[in-house]
């Protein structure tokens, strides 16, 4: 193999360039990004960086003594691969061939179905989002959040601690209850309230209020919630719009093996556009977290490397995220849609310390973590060593 | 020189974490040595005290980078810069942190003790 293009510049982009070099390839690298910044992290958007307390040049996730030996195109998007030659087209007309390619185009924020932009009104995915958003969180303003997903989460907290009067509109029955269960979801509703953030958990948003700029959100049943600034946090859509005809397989992400292969030969995909073959699942899962972008990029090189793939049966861990609410780190490990039951085994709900178990039967599928950092990794290390039946 | 506790408080395979500014981590390795580094991780913050001890390497419980505590350095990203290490003497039977006089390198944002 003499030339390899990785599409997306981000976390799993660059990850992948640095697999290829600690996993001896020599040959040629291309990393193409839309974005024209080079790879930045984007947890701390939600968290240190919005709330002012560090800037962009600490963002950065190469390192001065990378040696990657990479070419970066940077600033116009990929626009098609040709699944027979694996030939990338990019927006401005290059046209970069290579004997693999690893796409990496991760997600973008999910817009708010049927409501125009107004000024005031923002999304978090990129660094210009949150420095947009950061230079309106000015204390007394009233900002509703929609969406108690964990960038919804973050920003209420982030913006609360600034001196803003938060309200977060959620439509599920409680915040992260998609990830985290209605039951522990509830304990996070109740750390919002703990620190002075109104909730309205069960209702809908019907339309963002404003003429130019927002002036209230109303809800479908009907109240109206005043409104400075506005932050749709309703999930994330993966950036797979520009494959649609390259016969790589579509579903919630770019349909993978296991170890990140698509259908195609010699075209592989990593990191929050990708979802691969989950075995605890039996069907393939996109993962949107941080450590999975991290993680799985040196198994797929190792799959793409190795060639067939019998030789590497390295398995990706199961899906792990964090988030940081308030003085509460939130961790979870596992899979909330394979539990039947959940229990509280150390700590208080209401003392927002806590560690908690999910099981299928009495099987472990899932443990959650609220500042129990050690135990929590202690249970996290054995699901990740159980065999999946 | 700090005076942390009896050897005998720490058993093997544990780890402390010792307020002082910035706070200090003091491992117990299986093998029965002693190290003490800072406790806040290169990368973001998080308490190593927390992680994962194998052998002579501490992996961090927030985003698994590794470091060797003998040294210092980072065996496994997304830290970038080492772990810095403070030498550890047994006396009495105690274990005693003599602190490092080097910089720490603490992540970006985070800070200890009075801000002036
Ligand atoms: C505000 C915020 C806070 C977060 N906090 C946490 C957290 O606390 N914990 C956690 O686990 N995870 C968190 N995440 C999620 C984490 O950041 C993502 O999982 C991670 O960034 C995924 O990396 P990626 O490289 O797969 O995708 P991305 O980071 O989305 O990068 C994809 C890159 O590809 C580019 N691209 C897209 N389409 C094209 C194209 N056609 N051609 C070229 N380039 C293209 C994009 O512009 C982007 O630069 C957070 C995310 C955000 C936005
Ligand atoms: S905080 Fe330690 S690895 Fe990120």
Known sequence: MRAVTIVGASLAGLYTAQALRTQGYDGEVVVIGDERARPYDRPPLSKEFLAGKIEADVLTLESADDDLDARWLLGSPAVSLNPATREVVLADGTRIGSDAVVIATGARARALPGTRQLAGVHSLRTIEDAAALRSELLPGARLVVIGAGFIGGEVAATAKALGLDVTVVEAMASPLAGPLGTQMGAVVSGLHEANGVALRCGVGVERIVGTGRVEAVQLVDGTLLPADVVVVGIGAIPNVEWLIRSGVALGNGIECDHQGRTGIPGVLAVGDCAAWYDQRLGRTHRVEHWTGAMERPAIAVAALLGGDGSSTDRLAGIPYFWSDQYDVRIQFAGHVIEADSVTVEEGAADSHNLLAVYRRGDVPVGVLGMNQARLFGRWRRQLNAAVPV | ?116
Request: proline share 10%; hydrophobic share 35%; net charge negative.
């Open chain 2, 1 to 116: 020189m700090i005076r942390v506790c009896p050897l005998s408080a720490l058993p093997p395979g544990e780890a402390l974490r010792v307020d002082a500014e910035p706070p200090i981590a003091v491992f117990h390795t299986d093998d029965g040595e002693v190290f003490a580094v800072d406790d806040t991780c290169t990368h973001q913050d998080a308490s190593l005290a927390d992680g994962w001890l194998e052998g002579c390497e501490i992996e961090c419980p927030l985003h698994a980078s590794k470091f060797d505590l003998r040294t210092g350095a980072v065996d496994a990203p997304p830290a970038k810069l080492p772990i810095r290490t403070h030498t550890v003497h047994i006396e009495d039977d105690h274990i005693c942190v003599e602190l490092s006089d080097a910089q720490p390198n603490l992540p970006p944002g985070v800070t200890f003790g009075s801000k002036s």
